[in-house]
């Protein structure tokens, strides 16, 4: 990176960056300028820190590109919005290698262009670690937002995507165990979201979802809070495919599979809720009931005996 100034590097990425079917002034001026017909824009913001959320020696620039837009795109469907751009702010070593960088311009244009997400701009520091921060906005094509505070006793809850998988894939990593299924650690280091679902999930009539970044237990129990009601989930025996899809790695690595189902951030599926009488959209596995009560996230009616899910300040 020492060997190029701010021009030449964004000479080297601007080509390879999808603009999006929304953007009426692209790159190139100071800010950009993006379509909003619905009068309102969706807009949230997660950051990626080295050795924090990632590592080089396990990831390529390409993979944290990836990473970078699914958790944001998937913070925007989960709204129930449309995702329309992404802006990229990024801080690198002086001595990171430039083909790493111009691999995470390849991995953001990956997962935005087959949405029609246009990467509209961003900035670039030096700093001793890598440290990729993106914004990303949706529209909301005039429905109203799909919030957590909304489910209510007798709603069905439910959930599209996997689930359990990149816990997997990280914890064979860090045992040095990624040959004993390479599946989970793509899983891992390249997450899929299933976007198009928050948008069928709000047409279906859903009333509270959001994004699994942290663990089935731990963002059901956000949406309990955020309601003022209990989610009662079904236990892991009700995902035999995930269970079937961990066997492997949880044997060589002596785990129990259910609880990465349970617990293990970083799927980036869709969890919500929707009224008794719904049809749930394609993808959405009903997996559990809204009940009354003190808000808590319930595994079969009782406490989960395990462990809780990430958190960004314990681990």
Do not use: K
Not at 19 to 40: E, K, N, S
Not at 206 to 226: Q, Y
């Amino acid at each position: 990176m020492r060997d190029l100034d701010e021009d030449a590097l964004l000479a080297r990425i601007f080509p390879r960056l999808p603009l999006g079917a929304a953007t009426i002034v692209p790159p190139g001026d100071d800010a950009a300028v993006v379509a909003a017909p619905d009068g309102r824009f969706v807009v949230t913001t997660d950051v990626l820190v080295e050795d924090r959320h990632f590592r080089r020696r396990w990831s390529s620039g390409e993979d944290v590109g990836r990473r970078a837009a699914v958790q944001n795109l998937a913070d925007i469907a989960a709204m129930g919005a449309r995702p329309t751009s992404v802006v990229v702010s990024l801080v690198v070593p002086a001595e990171l290698p430039v083909d790493w960088v111009e691999g995470l311009a390849q991995g953001l244009a990956a997962e935005c262009a087959p949405s029609g997400v246009g990467v509209v701009g961003g900035d670039l520091s030096g700093g001793p670690l890598v440290v990729v921060a993106v914004t990303a906005h949706g529209d909301l094509e005039g429905r109203d937002p799909v919030r957590r505070g909304g489910a209510r006793p007798g709603d069905v809850v439910a959930h599209a995507g996997v689930r359990g998988r990149s816990a997997a894939g990280w914890a064979l990593l860090e045992a040095g165990r990624a040959a004993v299924d390479p599946d989970l650690v793509q899983a891992y280091l390249r997450p899929t979201a299933p976007l198009a679902s928050g948008v069928d999930a709000a047409r279906a009539g859903a009333t509270s979802m959001l994004d699994v970044s942290d663990g089935l237990l731990r963002d059901a129990a956000r949406i309990a809070r955020a309601s003022g009601v209990v989610l009662d989930l079904v236990g892991p025996a009700a995902f035999a495919s995930d269970l079937a899809a961990l066997d492997e790695a949880a044997a060589a690595l002596g785990h129990d599979p259910g609880e990465w189902v349970m617990t293990g951030g970083e799927d980036h599926g869709l969890l919500a809720t929707f009224p008794p009488d719904a049809t749930l959209p394609a993808g959405f596995v009903a997996c559990g009931r809204v009940l009354e009560g003190p808000p808590a996230a319930l595994v079969a009616g009782q406490v989960w005996a395990g462990g809780s899910g990430w958190d960004h300040f314990r681990g």
